[in-house]
Nanobody, 115 residues
């Protein structure tokens, strides 16, 4: 049974930082691609960043230079370091694992950027 559990969300002031984690179980983590997505009410879920099994990364233009995605294959965990946070980054953040035509999602963690 595949499980993805996000953590690290919360309330932060503009300009602040947060580090999200996604702990994965039930798959051979190192061979799967991983990604972070976010969603706000009334909008489609959008890609924030992803990282392949080989470590190649890809970022949405809106977060380039501020966010960094990484993975720890020894501990089956993916991270998203978020710096210089803006109110527009407020959303529920989801992690996703995918390979070929298969994917699975976590339950999400709320990030709120507000003064």
């Amino acid at each position: 049974q595949v499980q993805l559990v996000e953590s690290g969300g919360g309330l932060v002031q503009p300009g602040g930082s947060l580090r999200l984690s996604c702990a994965v179980s039930g798959i051979i983590f190192r061979i799967y691609n991983m990604g972070w997505y976010r969603q706000t009410p009334g909008k489609q879920r959008e890609l924030v960043a992803d990282i392949t099994s080989g470590g190649s990364t890809n970022y949405a233009d809106s977060v380039k230079g501020r966010f960094a995605i990484s993975r720890d294959n020894a501990n089956n965990t993916m991270y998203l370091q978020m710096n210089s946070l803006e109110p527009e980054d407020t959303a529920v953040y989801y992690c996703k694992t995918f390979r070929n035509n298969w994917s699975a999602w976590g339950q999400g963690t709320q990030v709120t950027v507000s003064s």
